[in-house]
């Protein structure tokens, strides 16, 4: 058992927390699914002087369960593209209408910055433009798996054009495979209009236009195998049902 108490200095913020906590428990993607969460919100009488705040500094950068950690990956691996720039306008797989009035999106690494800068030979697609995708901030989530357990999509290249096809860019058509039937509900609704759907509902495809195909390829062939490791680890977790 483990037993944590959080203290709040405003009864609303402790039940807020207390609904978030809970509805971890019962997402399937969750670090926290399958275990038993228990929690109660009672006012307390204790000097303020006892306790320390904690602040960014204090959590430990290498650590890969520290807050830390993700928040040095959001930061390196994400920049903002508006509805003018190219990359949102041909790295982009939903709809405009999911980025809002001002059309802002992230700027998805494809392969990760940290495994760009940890190996010299990858080091060369870290700031290459054809190694991202134009995201909105969920669909983002979902596809590096930020504050799942597992990414929610797999994105795999199912061919390409032989020469460019919109200015100096190749088509590529991509395979978007969801973890399960739910996300694919919601992958559905988000994907830019002209997407097909497979016979079991799991797999859409779309297209996008990027400046070098392979390093495109290359990339996202990277990302694939990741993700698919991740899923297979999760399944090798998940308790046996009878």
Not at 47 to 55: A, G
Request: charged share 30%.
């Amino acid at each position: 058992m483990l037993r944590i108490h959080v203290l709040f200095k405003e009864e609303r913020d402790a039940l807020l927390f207390e609904n978030e906590l809970q509805t971890e428990g019962i997402k399937q993607t969750s670090p926290l699914d399958g275990h038993t969460i228990s929690t109660t919100v009672a006012p307390v009488s204790r000097e303020l002087s006892e306790l320390r705040r904690i602040f960014a500094m204090h959590y430990v950068p290498d650590d890969t369960e520290s807050p830390q950690v993700s928040m040095t990956t959001f930061s390196s691996n994400t920049s903002i593209v508006d509805v003018a720039t190219d990359e949102f306008k041909y790295q982009r797989i939903e709809s405009e209408e999911w980025f809002g009035s001002v059309g802002k999106a992230q700027s998805c690494h494809v392969m990760s910055r940290e495994h760009c800068l940890k190996y010299p030979s990858y080091k060369k697609y870290d700031n290459d433009p054809s190694n991202r995708l134009a995201l909105s901030a969920e669909m983002h989530e979902w596809f590096d798996a930020r504050s799942y357990a597992v990414p929610t999509i797999k994105i795999s290249v199912e061919s390409t054009s032989e020469g460019f096809v919109i200015g100096n860019r190749y088509k590529v058509d991509l395979v978007v495979r969801a973890w399960n039937a739910g996300f694919a509900r919601l992958l559905s609704l988000r994907l830019k209009e002209g997407f097909a759907v497979s016979d079991d509902g799991l797999e859409m495809r779309t297209s996008i236009y990027v400046q070098n195909k392979k390093v495109f390829c290359d990339c996202m062939e990277w990302k694939r195998k990741e993700i698919e490791k991740k899923w297979r680890e999760h399944e090798d977790m998940a308790p046996a049902v009878d």
